[in-house]
Structure formats: structure tokens, C-alpha cells
């Protein structure tokens, strides 16, 4: 390979970042690191000395996407707005790299536009960010794995409210929203979501949305929604919220995922864990009780024993389980 085709692959592919990432030794000339993105089928080699780059390493490791005309408009897009509506933005951010180059500065970046929350752990108030950054980043990862690189002229998008965040990607989902906490894991792009597995940015065991539902619970925020929009996936992050401020659709989609994660931990549900889920003084356990009515009657959850009376020690599983 000729000086041109060296010059050519470090302007295109930040691929040190493949080596950091993997923590593997950067090879010392460039035959042995082309060998290496030829195997990961990041590049392909087309004879004489020459390759292309894929769209798989492009979108992972490109410098610029929008020197990759196919994949231009995919790049992470975040946009910061004033209030709770998308009338005045505040400000706005591109993130042109391949993901695994750009995400975990665009996780920072998101960060940084988040006020502080006073919250109380153990007995020790401190100051945390409004959402858990765990659960900000396994959403921002789910969009970019799970969408749908087909629909063109439209990529992944954090949006940032006062009242909440919605994360969006173009893409219906393979699997019903309800069951994205339980379910097997489908991925319509399972190359690109192994790759992200093996530079530890995200799982493939199903686990991801398991694991924003239980940090939400932890910060005691209104239940994550997860909805599809014509042909976008969307997962809304609530700011928080106390119990006599949440809508009835808040309440019972609240009891719905904690039922889902108490099941997938091998527990279920009663009034007691809902109030502890949802704030309720022990003393208020009729307000939990109306929550439980309200989701049976939507057919979220279901009694462990149907046979048994219902009462506060009456135990409680998501529909389909």
C-alpha cells in the first residue's frame, strides 16, 4: 500500500479507536493494521494496494460521516430546548464521527446540558445529574444499534426538554414496546450490535432496557415510555415527578415495568414494592391498591393466584408472564 492509500485511511477512520476500544496493541506498520480492519470487515480490499472502506466501518469509525454519502444523515443529533417545546432551541450539536468515535463525548455532551438533582442516597444528600447517565446511555446505544439504516434522510436524535429527554431513531421496532424489558434480544443490524457488545458499549443479552427501567426505579423518576411513531422508535426520560403530579397513564405504566422487573429478578409484584416504587407512605397503601386496580383493568399485570383475595399482601405478574 502506497503513501496516498496510508494518508487516505487515517483521514477517513479514526480506527486507534478500535485498538483503545478493544485494548488491543496498535500495530506498528500499516499492513498490519489494515490486516486487522480487513478481518472486522471495516475495510475491503479491492487489488493493487487499494481498498474501500464498508459502511460497518464507516459508521463506526469514520472521521467525518458526511464523507460517506450513504451514511451522511446518520450521524447522533442532539438538540438542547428551552421549555418543554421545540419553539426556541438553546443549542445544538452534530456529532459528525463514527459512533464508536463520537459517543462517549456526545454522553458527556449530554450531560453537560442537564441540571443538577438534588437526591438523597443512604442517608446523604448530594447533587446527581437529572438522569441516571447509565440509563441516558443505553437508550442513546439502543437508537443508534436498532435503527433502521434503510429509511434514508433520517438518524438518531436525543432531543433535551425541561420536563423530560426523548431519545429517537428512525426504525419500528422488532419487538412490541411492551415487551422490551423481558424479551429475547432482536436486532435488525446484528453485525453492528456485536461489534458495539465487543467494544463494551452495550449487551446483547437483552439487558440494556432492564437496566434503565431498575436505575429510574433507583431515582425514583416517573416510568421511562417507550413508544413507536410511524416509522421512529422514541423512548422518553421523565424529570422527576411525586406520585399526586403523575398522570393516571404515569401510574399504571409505572406498576406495568415494575411488575416486568421484579418478574425478569425472580420476584413479583405487591402493594408494598409499588409503594416503595412509586413514594407512597406505607400508611397510603389505598392509593398503590387503585394503581394495581387501574393496570388489571387495563390487562397490564395479572394476580399470581387468582384464586386468593385481593388485599395488600396479594402478589402480582406482568400480563404475559
Known amino acids: 500500500m502506497g503513501g496516498p492509500e496510508r494518508l487516505l485511511l487515517n483521514n477517513l477512520l479514526g480506527y486507534p479507536a478500535y485498538f483503545h476500544l478493544t485494548g488491543t496493541p496498535l500495530p506498528a506498520g500499516a499492513d498490519g493494521i489494515l490486516e486487522r480492519l480487513a478481518t472486522e470487515n471495516f475495510i475491503r480490499a479491492r487489488g493493487q494496494g487499494r481498498f474501500d472502506v464498508t459502511n460497518l466501518g464507516g459508521i463506526l469509525f469514520a472521521r467525518d460521516l458526511t464523507r460517506f454519502p450513504r451514511l451522511a444523515r446518520k450521524s447522533l443529533r442532539i438538540i438542547h430546548y428551552r421549555g418543554t417545546s421545540r419553539v426556541e432551541t ?97 436486532s435488525r443490524n446484528e453485525v453492528l450490535a456485536g461489534i458495539m457488545r465487543r467494544l463494551n458499549f452495550c449487551e446483547e443479552r437483552g439487558s440494556g432496557i432492564d437496566k434503565v427501567v431498575a436505575k429510574v426505579e433507583e431515582f425514583q423518576l416517573p416510568a421511562p415510555n417507550f413508544t413507536v411513531l410511524e416509522d421512529n422508535t422514541r423512548a422518553v426520560l421523565f424529570s422527576p415527578r411525586n406520585y399526586r403530579d403523575m398522570e393516571r397513564t404515569d401510574r399504571v405504566r409505572a406498576c406495568y415495568q415494575h411488575a416486568c422487573l421484579q418478574w425478569v429478578s425472580g420476584q413479583s409484584m405487591t ?22 386496580k387501574d393496570a388489571l383493568g387495563e390487562d397490564l399485570i395479572k394476580p399470581m393466584n387468582p384464586d386468593a383475595p385481593p388485599g395488600v399482601g396479594a402478589r402480582y405478574l406482568p400480563y404475559w408472564a
Open 90 to 186: 438553546i443549542r445544538e450539536q452534530e456529532r459528525s464521527q463514527g459512533y464508536a468515535v463520537a459517543l462517549d463525548a456526545a454522553i458527556d455532551w449530554i450531560q453537560g446540558q442537564l441540571p443538577a438533582n438534588e437526591a438523597i442516597r443512604k442517608a446523604l444528600r448530594r447533587e446527581e445529574k437529572l438522569y441516571p447517565e447509565l440509563a441516558i446511555r443505553e437508550l442513546v446505544v439502543n437508537a443508534l444499534i436498532h435503527q433502521d439504516f434503510s429509511i434514508t434522510g433520517a438518524g438518531p436524535m436525543v432531543e433535551i426538554f425541561t420536563d423530560r429527554m426523548e431519545i429517537t431513531n428512525p426504525g419500528a421496532p422488532l419487538v412490541e414496546p411492551l415487551r422490551f424489558i423481558d424479551f429475547p434480544p432482536r
Open 271 to 292: 402493594n408494598a414494592t409499588l409503594r416503595q416504587r412509586l413514594g407512597i407512605d406505607p400508611k397510603n397503601y389505598p392509593m398503590a391498591s387503585r394503581v394495581i
